[in-house]
């Protein structure tokens, strides 16, 4: 196997004396998806800022390979509203990219409509999806997500993964990822790192699921056999705000009484 | 031509504009116009440590406002008193160590009023080819580190993510504001300097789409201040500073108006309509 992309050793941040996250130990190799899963407040960020060299770690060591090449879709992003900055013109923030380059991940995430559309405008779902074509237009060696799909509905999610996954076969990149959804990390994963304050276990999806840690954390959870998925629309909000309804008809909007059931979308993420 | 004294004068206006405008926008974007405002203050500590020490004024300045900067970037580290206290302790101890200096030294004639308003009118050919040189280092610098200053004013993390290397671009960024001061300190003056960078940036910003086109709007807009300015000051016998400073509010005030709006139209009416 070629060299890692990066290494973390024992790694941990304290900021005034209080610990955020310790002896977290990790490697992301080309090619592989590594997850960090944990509840809130278990350093999920804090170990990817220390990964990416955001942080520089108190204790331990993170190491990144030379020249490396990351695409990176933070968890927050708040752009002050001074800054005129339209959609086009972020694709390029830390990269020149021609017009092909800044238009085609856009399509494959679905707001290629929003190309010129100021960025402050944008809904927090289609922001998401913004940050993440940014991110996969830098043909990273490494892409890090820092819960990707945040916002975005229910049928995008399951979008964007595949995006996420396809992404990785065709750069061959090595991905790191925050994610609450474990149904989704249990099913395309190669790798999952358990954190509460600590690492508590990492291996392979089915290794981590068997160990004691994960079910004292995730139990209930994984004993209700992540039924997310289980309710089904009978009809697709499509990217650009139209809908697609079961009988294939696509309409602008659609109407409450029409059967969509926004009360029961996954609520915990 | 450069006989004249007004011609002098709105060169000088016009060069310093011309800088102001871009670096102005970066102080709006990152939210330093304190900052801005305290390399002002620190820069008249400058004018009279040149004076007590009989070295080149503009250095002087340059060094001061450079080292108080480098300070506040170190001292905001480690200390624990928030930022806006620290801008105004820094600020204001400057302010008065210079007039205390100044006072001690009873043997120069002093115009206060020029060191805080500026003296636009006494501008020499010297101090022309300060400003057009100088300026033309600064937006070298600037237009070197665009991008990465951007990226970096953005975001933080995505810059350092993606090998930015925002601290070395945001360093640079406060040598070049450091700069501006020094070599405008004569023309606007310490109390006036900050409004020449954030007054005409805050005018550019709902005239413009994209950062480049702010930038760019800030300049012309500075320059016509200046114009305006310097021609009003010459017909009222108004201070020269202050009367480009005033123009420049009109100017951002006429920029908050319906009549901006239309004229962003006209500016981008190729474009695609932005949403409300």
Redesign the interface.
């Given at each position: 196997m070629s060299h890692p992309l990066i290494k973390l050793e024992n790694a941990g941040l304290s900021v005034q004396n209080r610990w955020l996250v310790r002896g977290v130990s990790f490697l992301v190799n080309p090619g592989e998806i590594v997850t960090l899963i944990g509840p809130n407040g278990s350093g999920k960020s804090t170990t990817a800022?220390m990964a990416?060299?955001?942080s520089s770690p108190s204790e331990g060591k993170a190491l990144r390979a030379p020249d490396l090449?990351?695409?990176?879709v933070?968890q927050r992003?708040n752009?002050?509203w001074?800054?005129?900055?339209?959609v086009r013109?972020?694709m390029?923030?830390?990269?020149?990219l021609s017009s092909m380059e800044i238009v085609t991940p856009l399509e494959r995430t679905g707001v290629a409509h929003l190309l010129?559309?100021?960025i402050h405008?944008l809904s927090g779902g289609e922001l998401q999806r913004v940050l993440l074509s940014r991110a996969i237009a830098?043909k990273p060696d490494l892409l890090?997500l820092d819960e990707p799909v945040q916002g975005v509905d229910i049928n995008g999610e399951i979008e964007m993964y595949n995006l996420i996954l396809a992404i990785r076969n065709e750069l061959n990149c090595g991905v790191l990822m925050i994610s609450h959804d474990l149904h989704l990390v249990m099913a395309a994963t190669d790798q999952v790192v358990c954190l509460n304050g600590h690492m508590c276990c990492n291996g392979t999806p089915v290794a981590v699921a068997e160990t004691d840690e994960y079910k004292h954390l995730f139990g209930n959870r994984v004993a209700a056999g992540l039924a997310v998925y289980q309710h089904s629309h009978d009809h697709e909000h499509l990217p650009d705000g139209s809908v697609r309804h079961a009988d294939g008809s696509v309409t602008d909007h659609c109407h409450p009484d029409d059967g969509h059931h926004h009360g029961q979308e996954k609520s915990d993420a | 031509m450069l006989d004249d004294f007004f011609v002098r004068a709105l060169l000088a206006g016009i060069g310093v504009a011309v800088i102001a405008g871009p670096l102005g926008c970066f102080i709006i974007w990152r939210r330093m116009a304190y900052f801005g405002d305290t390399l002002s203050h620190a820069a008249l500590l400058g004018v009279a440590l040149g004076l007590l020490l009989e070295i080149n004024i503009t250095l002087a300045i340059f060094t001061v406002a450079t080292t108080a900067s480098l300070a506040l970037t170190v001292w905001q580290r480690k200390s624990t008193v928030p930022q806006d206290a620290l801008l105004g302790i820094l600020s204001h101890s400057a302010l008065a160590i210079a007039l205390v200096i100044l006072a001690f030294m009873t043997w120069i004639r002093f115009d206060i009023t020029a060191l805080l308003f500026g003296d636009v009118l006494s501008v020499t050919k010297l101090d022309l080819a300060i400003i057009y040189g100088g300026g033309a280092l600064i937006l070298f610098g600037l237009v070197y580190i665009w991008n990465r200053l951007f990226a970096a004013t953005v975001s933080y993390d995505l810059s350092v993510s993606e090998g930015g290397d925002p601290d070395k671009v945001n360093l640079i960024f406060t040598i070049l504001v450091a700069s501006t001061i020094a070599i405008s300190l004569k023309i606007i003056g310490a109390l006036l300097i900050t409004a020449m960078l954030i007054i005409p940036a805050a005018a550019a910003r709902r005239l413009a789409r994209g950062p480049e086109t702010m930038a760019l709007s800030a300049a012309a807009v500075g320059i016509i201040a200046v114009v305006a300015g310097l021609f009003s000051s010459l017909q009222w016998d108004t201070p020269s500073g202050p009367s480009i400073v005033v123009a420049a509010t009109l100017l951002f005030f006429l920029s908050l108006t319906p009549i901006a709006a239309r004229f962003k139209t006209f500016l981008f009416r190729n474009n695609i309509e932005e949403r409300p």
């Open positions: 800022k990416l060299g955001i090449q990351v695409g990176y933070p992003l752009i002050d001074t800054l005129p900055l339209t013109r972020f390029c923030l830390t990269q020149k010129d559309h100021d405008s830098l890090v | -």
